[in-house]
């Protein structure tokens, strides 16, 4: 099994680098691989709402990383999505890359487990989670938590190792995921599938 990490901070080994790194230590000590792809650094297209990945299969914006992680996500089993806070909300990079990551692949992601976590100096990490969990719930994925809120504090990846509460809270975020992968993992093996959809999706307009 297999973990996909996003880091969604323009500092490639930052605060929120290090908050995943505590994850994946705990992710493999449980026998799970996992892998951090940095997106936080480049530009990135914001969505367009063009609709021609609905034809193409991909967005049609290649610059960046969203089609390699699309892929990559259909290659593994749990999704973590980290984020700085920028003006109490989540970067713009992971923002717009998210837009674009589950409008043209969110089928590579569906039913299997998510998680946000969040980097903070001080404030803004709850409306940055909030706004990052919509992502999963909008797209059937189990949202994996932690013993308090995905969040850790520090102006530096130095300092964020001395929040011993928010490195346990990664720890503890790393050994719910592997638990439920492989809670998920022996459901399928004894033949549980994931839930039938409805033949149709509604979309309901409230103007009338």
């Not at 936080?40 to 089609?67: F, I, P, R, S, Y």
């Not at 980290?82 to 837009?99: E, K, N």
């Not at 998920?184 to 549980?192: M, W």
Request: hydrophobic letters at 40%; aromatic letters at 6%.
């Amino acid at each position: 099994m297999k973990v996909l990490m996003l880091n969604g901070s323009p500092h490639k080994e930052g605060c929120t680098w290090r908050a995943l790194c505590e994850i994946a230590k705990e992710l493999e000590k449980e026998g799970i691989e996992s892998e951090i792809v940095h997106i936080g650094g480049q530009q990135v297209w914001g969505c367009m709402g063009c609709g021609a990945c609905g034809t193409l299969g991909k967005c049609v914006h290649d610059e960046d990383l969203v089609n390699t992680a699309v892929a990559k996500m259909k290659e593994c089993d749990g999704l973590i999505v980290g984020s700085p806070v920028h003006y109490a909300s989540a970067s713009g990079a992971i923002t717009s890359f998210l837009d674009r990551f589950f409008y043209c692949g969110g089928s590579a992601a569906a039913h299997k487990p998510g998680a946000a976590i969040a980097s903070a100096r001080r404030a803004g990490t709850t409306a940055t989670l909030d706004q990052l969990n919509k992502y999963f719930t909008f797209n059937q994925m189990p949202v994996v938590s932690s013993q308090y809120w995905n969040m850790v504090h520090g102006r530096s990846a130095e300092e964020t190792v001395q929040d011993e509460e928010g490195m346990q809270i990664m720890r503890t975020l790393g050994r719910n995921m592997a638990w439920l992968l492989k809670c998920i993992e022996a459901g399928r093996k004894a033949g549980i599938t994931v839930p039938e959809a409805e033949p149709e999706k509604k979309r309901t307009s409230f103007i009338r």
